[in-house]
């Protein structure tokens, strides 16, 4: 075979076709793309559940405590019908009718249901925080992996000066603390920001002047917070440079 034909074969071999990422949440996407979609579906099916876990408690304030709509003896009421608007007409459609319950039923329907959306809410959190542990063990086992792929393409002579246990632990230290941040850096943000924005539509659709306010207060801290973290920051990185040191 000529020089000619050995180069062209050469330069069509993928280069560095298994490089690290320098970008960590790139990384992380590229390598758990599905399990990340998988779980942001988690987390927007969460959110209705959570705001009625927010309205259900003004309800019971409102109706059995208060008594708003059993003024006369014996009155009853409808609790907790399901119907959404229809697009093509000023009628709504009904999808579940409700309860009709007097005024300690209600009271008693409404209780047990704030409880089982609770309980919802927590399975959802469970559910999530366990999927995030075992998606960040995951990829701890295949950065790790890598790290030694590369760790063993040094020159034999340099395995002298370092024992394996030196290598293990320098490699366990590095990686370990990114376990949680990359179980946590897609998902978390999501869950957290749709909980914010569910709460603020909740806060908005009972007085815009106190959702206006609960806005003002949360651009205050997103403009505060990160500066007051500058510190904490550089001496999270003085500290694990002198950890390597």
Known sequence: MSDTAIGKRTHSLPIDDDRLDPNLFRYIW?????????????????????????????????????????????ATVRVMPISIANPFGDQTITLFSGF???????????????????????????????????????????????????????????????RSSEIATMINSEVEPLGGFIGEAIAQPAFLIGQALTALLFIFLQSWSLGSVAVAVLVVQTILIPRLRVRLRELARQRQLAARA
């Not at 209600?106 to 309980?119: D, G, H, N, R």
């Not at 063990?137 to 002298?160: S, T, W």
């Open 30 to 74: 590229t390598h758990s793309r599905p399990q990340q979609i998988w779980i942001l579906i988690i987390v927007l099916l969460s959110m209705p559940t959570y705001f009625l876990s927010l309205n259900i408690p003004k309800d019971i304030i409102n109706g059995p405590i208060q008594g708003s709509g059993f003024e006369t003896p014996g």
């Open 100 to 162: 009709e319950v007097d005024r300690i039923g209600a009271l008693f329907v409404l209780s047990f249901a704030f409880a089982a959306f609770v309980i919802i809410n927590g399975l959802f959190k469970v559910y999530i925080n366990t999927f995030k542990g075992r998606l960040s063990e995951r990829m701890l086992r295949r950065l790790r992996f890598q790290l030694i792929d590369r760790l063993l393409r040094f020159p034999l002579a340099h395995y002298k000066r370092l």
